[in-house]
């Protein structure tokens, strides 16, 4: 049983005391962390959100001894005494408060607690038990400070856009289903039978509506639903910062972004990153790094060799086959991986072959000048030299070749790329945030992409999205070249924001339309009243969305955006601590005029 608070008030936290409180009668309250018995006395480490601070319990004050001695690991404890400093030798340098205790005069268990199945020291706690007790999960100092950055890095972003004039409003979470994109999730409707709502993708709509109502600068920390197959990087809902501006092309879209992006590492990691960007077309970043969202924290950039004499001359029928098909030979120099076991190589392998690749070629230049190839019976000495200067590679590093389509050889090689550069990154300590931070740019995508299977053209980023200006005339007779006004803020291999300038004009949203197959009946019934906005005077504009769950991601070094939402959902879209989603009344089906039909 626990015991009232009455008559006890809080008067610090338990990581806030320090030396200088020495003297001073406290009172703290928090969770169990730790208790020692020691030859009459009890040492109680208290924690809470702040940290920690231990106490101390003498066997001179017996009803307390009595008391400690009940006393177990979570049970919720206020404690009250004098801060006094510890004797040297009981000194902790691994604890921000080790230079001090509190000799407790009063002691009261305010919640009792059964033994959990795991406790915040505990290391290799799996992930189906961390998500069902996730309250406890919650509890672990490296999680906290990870949930504690999200609020500031909140309420930096709101400063930020306040003083920049952007105003912040709410949009509506139950609005009409949008027939481009990802599934949505759909609310049914009691009041309107056979009606469903939609839970929003993004607020795109919306806030572009705001600009036609005269708002001008517009913010929301939104949350967002896609029903969709999750990975590390996805949830069904998530949370992002919308933004969009009147009157603004991509300049003013940047430069606000690069401000905002400032002042967040600044105040919340203390940080200064820099002021601009580097910038990279989205043709340019393939070609070069065989990904649109490259990490710039490693080098081995992708090298085209199709117009190489060893290549394009070559008896090879991999390489004679991909370029007669009209594909390209790249390759990717993995500097100082020559040592590299084949085992680990074969590995490499895979992740080309999992991206759609026949496989990888190699050349492993080794420290003591021997070469070894799975390739060197097709190529002569001098051949071979080719191929090594056009790779820039010397003694100690390893070449990957790939032959295929430009768009596998490319994606194949990106791959390939990222799992080498990962592993030069130095490793995090435990509740250790990165320091280095790459940011880029990546511009000019192309604005539609073609689905062979369904014979039509679907939007690269999303339908609103303004083609380039010069580009236009194409949308109806080559629209494959066409390229959009989108682009994308890429750190450290995510992306971690997407964007574009939006089509303001009725006639090209039309032709937008148009260009992905839709028929003026369908453009319609599902956007209507946004094109019918549209004809009462929409200023230019453009905005952006970061995924703020994706940011904290990158800024902490977490490996699932799971670490950095307090509730997330795993892999399959479910709950583990609730159990969602589940089965309802049949009542509540009936009242809905909804039957469920399927597998029991």
Same mark, same amino acid.
């Given at each position: 049983m626990g015991e009232s608070m009455k008559g006890l008030k809080r008067s610090h936290y338990c990581g806030a005391l320090t030396a200088a409180d020495i003297g001073s009668t406290v009172t703290v309250m928090g969770w169990v962390n730790k208790k020692r018995d020691m030859s009459g006395l009890y040492f109680i480490v208290l924690r809470d959100r702040s940290g920690l601070i231990q106490t101390v319990v003498s066997e001179k004050t017996s009803a307390l001894y009595a008391m400690a001695k009940e006393i177990r690991g979570e049970y919720v404890v206020a404690a009250k005494g004098e801060v006094i400093a510890r004797t040297p030798q009981n000194v902790n340098p691994e604890m921000p408060t080790g230079e001090i205790e509190i000799d407790v005069q009063e002691l009261r268990i305010l919640s009792e607690a059964d033994v959990p199945p795991f406790t915040p020291a505990d290391e290799g706690v799996a992930l189906d038990t961390r998500l069902k007790y996730r309250y406890l999960d919650l509890r672990r100092p490296d999680v906290h400070k990870i949930i504690a950055l999200r609020h500031h890095v909140a309420q930096s972003i709101r400063r930020y856009l306040t003083e920049e004039g952007f105003i912040e409003i709410e949009t509506p979470y139950l609005t009409n289903s949008s027939p481009e994109g990802a599934r949505d999730y759909l609310v049914p409707s009691r009041l309107h039978a056979g009606g469903f709502y939609a839970l929003p993708q993004s607020p795109q709509q919306f806030k572009q509506l705001l600009m036609v109502a005269g708002v001008d600068k517009y913010f929301q920390i939104a949350r967002c639903f896609r029903d969709e197959d999750l990975r590390a990087d996805r949830q069904p809902e998530f949370t992002q910062l919308d933004i969009e501006c009147s009157f603004a092309d991509e300049e003013d879209i940047y430069a606000m972004t690069e401000g905002l992006m400032g002042r967040v590492f600044r105040e919340t990691l203390n940080i200064t990153i820099p002021a601009k960007f580097d910038r990279l077309s989205w043709h340019d970043a393939m070609e070069r790094f065989g990904t649109d969202?490259?990490? $710039?924290?490693?080098?081995?950039? !992708?090298?085209?060799?199709? %117009? $190489?004499? @060893?290549?394009?001359?070559?008896?090879?029928?991999?390489? *004679?086959?991909? $370029? /007669?098909?009209? &594909?390209?030979?790249?390759?990717?120099? @993995?500097? &100082?991986? *020559?040592?590299l076991p084949r085992k680990q190589i074969d590995a490499l392998v895979e992740i080309a072959r999992a991206e759609n690749a026949k496989g990888l070629a190699w050349i492993n230049l080794m420290e003591d000048g021997t070469i070894k190839s799975t390739i060197s019976k097709f190529f002569d000495e001098a051949q071979t030299a080719e191929i090594i200067a056009a790779a820039n590679a010397k003694a100690g %590093?390893?070449?990957?070749?790939?032959?295929?389509?430009?768009?596998i050889a490319r994606t194949a090689l990106g791959a390939v790329r990222l799992s080498l550069g990962k592993?030069? $990154?130095? /490793? !995090?300590? @435990?509740? /250790?945030?990165?320091?280095d931070f790459k940011f880029l740019w990546v511009t000019n995508f192309p604005l539609l992409e073609y689905a062979p299977e369904e014979n039509r053209y679907y939007a690269a980023h999303h339908p609103f999205t303004s083609p380039m200006e010069e580009d236009e005339h194409l949308l109806e007779s080559d629209p494959a070249v066409v390229r959009a006004r989108q682009y994308d803020l890429v750190i450290n291999g995510f992306e971690a924001a997407g964007g574009s300038i939006r089509i303001h004009r009725r006639e090209l949203q039309e032709r937008m339309f148009k260009a992905l197959g839709f028929t003026p009946e369908r453009a319609? *019934?599902?956007? &209507?009243?946004? !094109? /019918? @906005? !549209?004809?009462?005077?929409?200023?230019?504009?453009?905005?952006?969305a970061p995924g703020l769950d994706r940011l904290i991601m990158i800024m902490t070094g977490a490996t699932s955006l799971r670490e950095v939402i307090a509730f997330p959902k795993v892999k399959d879209g479910s709950c583990p601590m609730t159990d969602a989603p589940t089965v309802v009344d049949a009542a509540q089906l009936a009242e809905l005029g909804i039957t469920v039909v399927g597998k029991e």
């Open positions: 969202k490259p990490d $710039l924290r490693f080098a081995m950039e !992708l090298v085209n060799l199709s %117009d $190489l004499p @060893a290549v394009k001359n070559s008896d090879f029928q991999v390489f *004679a086959a991909a $370029l /007669e098909n009209g &594909g390209s030979v790249r390759a990717i120099n @993995a500097t &100082g991986f *020559a040592n %590093d390893l070449i990957l070749i790939c032959a295929d389509t430009h768009a592993r030069t $990154l130095p /490793e !995090l300590k @435990a509740g /250790e945030f990165p320091k319609k *019934a599902g956007f &209507g009243h946004f !094109l /019918e @906005a !549209l004809q009462y005077g929409t200023p230019p504009h453009g905005g952006i």
